[in-house]
């Protein structure tokens, strides 16, 4: 009996040991390179409620400091190195502009690109804000109709309806667009006329009829239209226009973000990778209305609309429906959105999320920002944690 004890022990020291008052765990040159599945497994998790200064534009705290309940938020995290709510990588918290709290677990690591998966909708919601700020675009134009846009495209073969899309109902996945998988697969065999704008052209041929009855939200579509319209609108190309415009503002340059094999254009809707610092820094470029460094980025009108509620999606949408203190789930401009409640006080939530259990949480009242990465989480309860475990260490008595 001994030996089996033993044999049991071990590993579940390797797995709950936990690293405070040390550097943040570096992924090596080599690792950043290859693939996110081939990195190790960290031999203990990584806990720092001062996190380091490393000159990347981030401001840096204290937790308890300069707010936040130290005690419950470092027992939080020792929870997330159990596994208590499934596989996470990181967890961060940014609270008033500055980040108070760092940890990393299992895959994680400071310095490590993190698959975004359809976290990356909201990226690309951003960078169409950009445009508009520029002026490639204008607010008023988001009620125009997408095809508008597209000077490629022939409507003489378009079905019934194509030009009721505007920007308004790609930003907010209701199109319309109808397309069987049969149909899909018929597409991609014939991968050359899907080039630019032609996949445009293709969906609008071969689509269901679009008619207010078609057009409601319906998950998955619209961060490749608007990608379109980026490509369109913006000089030069759209992934130089997300580089230089916005990612190198935010002095954010260890980043991947994939080009569409069949389009040719940046991915709108996944397979990007960027660090959870990263993701933090669009938390807090969201919360500062559009404003970087003093900079207007993004109209402050488009971060408005695009946090807010304008589709009620029901209390069973993607990862976190139905739990318990958790209502009113809908969507804006790729932002996910629901009510919190704590005790008698309910807090609208802001998220970005991604498979797996990418979040970015926004909770302007309490001007606070979370920011978690994981993997493998088919139903991650990340909204369920925010809501018993975060928020209540940042409310006020």
């Not at 980040?99 to 909201?122: C, D, M, V, W």
């Not at 190198?248 to 960027?274: C, F, H, V």
């Not at 944690?385 to 409310?395: Q, W």
Request: glycine residues 10%.
């Amino acid at each position: 009996m001994k030996n089996i004890t033993l044999l049991i022990y071990i590993p579940l020291l390797l797995i709950t040991s936990i690293g405070f008052g040390q550097n943040p765990p570096e992924a090596a040159a080599a690792e950043i390179k290859g693939s996110f599945r081939d990195i190790p497994i960290l031999e203990e998790a990584f806990i720092d409620a001062t996190p380091m200064d490393i000159n990347d534009g981030i401001l840096v705290g204290k937790l308890g400091l300069d707010g936040g309940n130290k005690d419950l938020i470092t027992k939080l995290a020792r929870d997330i190195s159990y596994n208590q709510y499934g596989i996470y990588d990181s967890f961060l918290i940014a609270h008033r502009d500055k980040l108070l709290f760092e940890s990393y677990f299992t895959r994680g690591r400071i310095n490590l690109p993190h698959p975004q998966a359809s976290a990356t909708k909201t990226w690309t919601g951003l960078a169409f804000g950009r445009a508009i700020q520029l002026g490639y675009l204008t607010m008023a134009d988001l009620d125009k109709p997408l095809i508008s846009f597209l000077k490629d495209l022939d409507p003489t073969k378009f079905v019934a309806g194509a030009e009721k899309i505007t920007l308004n109902h790609a930003l907010t996945m209701s199109s319309g667009i109808r397309i069987s998988e049969e149909q899909k697969e018929e597409l991609n065999k014939n991968p050359s006329q899907l080039k630019g704008q032609g996949k445009v052209q293709a969906l609008l041929e071969r689509s269901a009829p679009i008619t207010e009855e078609s057009q409601v939200f319906k998950y998955g579509g619209g961060a490749a239209l608007v990608m379109q319209v980026i490509e369109a609108v913006v000089p030069g190309s759209a992934m130089d226009f997300i580089e230089n415009e916005l990612l190198n503002k935010m002095g954010i340059s260890n980043y991947q973000w994939q080009i569409n094999d069949q389009t040719g254009l940046p991915e709108a809707g996944w397979r990007t990778s960027m660090t959870s610092r990263a993701m933090v820094k669009l938390g807090i470029l969201t919360m500062n209305k559009g404003q970087w460094n003093g900079e207007q980025l993004i109209p402050e009108a488009f971060i408005d609309k695009a946090t807010s509620r304008i589709l009620d999606t029901g209390d069973n949408a993607v990862y976190f429906g139905g739990c318990k203190g958790i209502s009113n789930e809908g969507y804006g401009y790729f932002w996910w959105n629901a009510d919190l409640k704590v005790g008698n006080k309910t807090y609208f939530c802001a998220n970005a999320q991604g498979g797996g259990g990418q979040f970015i949480i926004l909770i302007e009242e309490l001007d606070l920002i979370v920011v978690v990465t994981g993997h493998n989480n088919r139903h991650p309860s990340t909204l369920r944690m925010a809501t018993e475990r975060i928020l209540p260490a940042f409310i006020e008595e």
